[in-house]
Antibody, heavy 118, light 108 residues
Framework: QVQLQQWGAALLRPSETLSLTCAVS????????WSWLRQPPGEGLEWIGE???????NYSPSLKSRVTISVDTSKNQFSLKLTSVTAADTAIYFC????????????WGKGTPVTVSS | EIVLTQSPGTLSLAPGERATLSCTAS???????LTWYQQKPGQTPRLLIY???TRATGIPDRFSGSGSGTNFTLTISRLEPEDFSVYYC?????????FGRGTKVEIK
């Protein structure tokens, strides 16, 4: 059974770079897209972007200028970097597996709460 | 981007009652690219329905999805205590993937 374990810094100051990693266990990166999403406190879900095994990328236009998603096939991991964070980036960040058929997210990481505060 | 509007924002019902949740898209979506998730407080979203009407593995048959074009519906035929939660629709027909703001189903 595929599981996603995610980690990264939980407290950042404004202008710093958010960096999170998601490790895939029980399965391979190949054959799927792998997404990052976030959920601000008390709000809904926002899709940040996705990457596949080959490194093909797709970003949300609203975050594209600050986001980098990458994949490390040797470690079966994928990562998120978000530069120049502000308080508006405070959220729970999730990684998720996207099925290639219909692109729904069927496996989720537990989420990493990230707070941006001076 | 495609905007998904979920209604109502909150649905107050008693256990055993039927819940009907709506998701309206700002433009037509191919049905196979509409998904429903359930999220309980402090938990990760859980896949319920994909392809507008296909239940995910392990999802009880009291949950059903329907719709096409711009109008989609999630129905819970008889609410169980564990069904009181927030439900989100999501489209993956066009990038960026987008979610509705959610419908909270609360105990009346």
């Amino acid at each position: 059974q595929v599981q996603l374990q995610q980690w990264g810094a939980a407290l950042l100051r404004p202008s710093e770079t958010l960096s999170l990693t998601c490790a895939v266990s029980g399965g391979s990166l190949s054959g799927h897209y792998w997404s990052w999403l976030r959920q601000p406190p008390g709000e809904g879900l926002e899709w940040i972007g996705e990457v596949n095994y080959s490194g093909n990328l797709n970003y949300s236009p609203s975050l594209k200028s600050r986001v980098t998603i990458s994949v490390d096939t040797s470690k079966n991991q994928f990562s998120l970097k978000l530069t120049s964070v502000t308080a508006a980036d405070t959220a729970i960040y999730f990684c998720a597996r996207e099925r290639l058929i219909y692109y729904y997210m069927d496996v989720w990481g537990k989420g990493t709460p990230v707070t941006v505060s001076s | 981007e495609i905007v998904l509007t979920q209604s109502p924002g909150t649905l107050s019902l008693a256990p055993g009652e039927r819940a009907t949740l709506s998701c309206t898209a700002s433009q037509s979506i191919r049905s196979n690219f509409l998904t429903w998730y359930q999220q309980k407080p402090g938990q990760t979203p859980r896949l319920l329905i994909y392809g507008a009407s296909t239940r995910a593995t392990g999802i009880p048959d009291r949950f059903s999805g329907s719709g096409s074009g711009t109008n989609f519906t999630l129905t819970i035929s008889r609410l169980e205590p564990e069904d009181f939660s927030v439900y989100y629709c999501q489209q993956s027909d066009k990038s960026p993937r987008t979610f509705g703001r959610g419908t909270k189903v609360e105990i009346k």
